[in-house]
């Protein structure tokens, strides 16, 4: 089964900056689809932040919006995030996936958590 795997999470201050990757675990090319970061805060659903499209235009949830940076390289069948200004409140679990989502593409995400 076809995964998509999140990296580049971590501990960072307020302020800081990290940078998230997304690739398939196996055999999936989603150059052509439109692609987004989700993520999941403690007792909350999980919520779309930043999409991208298969032509590379892009949208922002209001809370992220002039902070991060969603791009992806089709060459190398990766979609990334960079966070910038970090907040306490972007704590959470970091996903990425179709936009919609696909249930099986699912992976464990990537954990960021923001220290004030």
């Known amino acids: 089964q076809v995964q998509l795997v999140e990296s580049g999470g971590g501990l960072v201050q307020a302020g800081g900056s990290l940078r998230l990757s997304c690739a398939p675990s196996?055999?999936?090319?989603?150059?052509?689809?439109?692609m987004g970061w989700y993520r999941q805060a403690p007792g909350k659903q999980r919520d779309l932040v930043a999409a991208i499209t298969s032509d590379g235009s892009t949208n922002y949830a209001d809370s992220v919006k002039g902070r991060f940076t969603i791009s992806r390289d089709n060459a190398r069948n990766t979609v990334y995030l960079q966070m910038d200004s970090l907040k306490p409140e972007d704590t959470a679990v970091y996903y990425c996936n179709e936009v919609p989502p696909i249930d099986m593409y699912w992976g464990q995400g990537t954990q960021v958590t923001v220290s004030s």
């Open positions: 196996g055999t999936l090319f989603f150059r052509f689809k439109t």
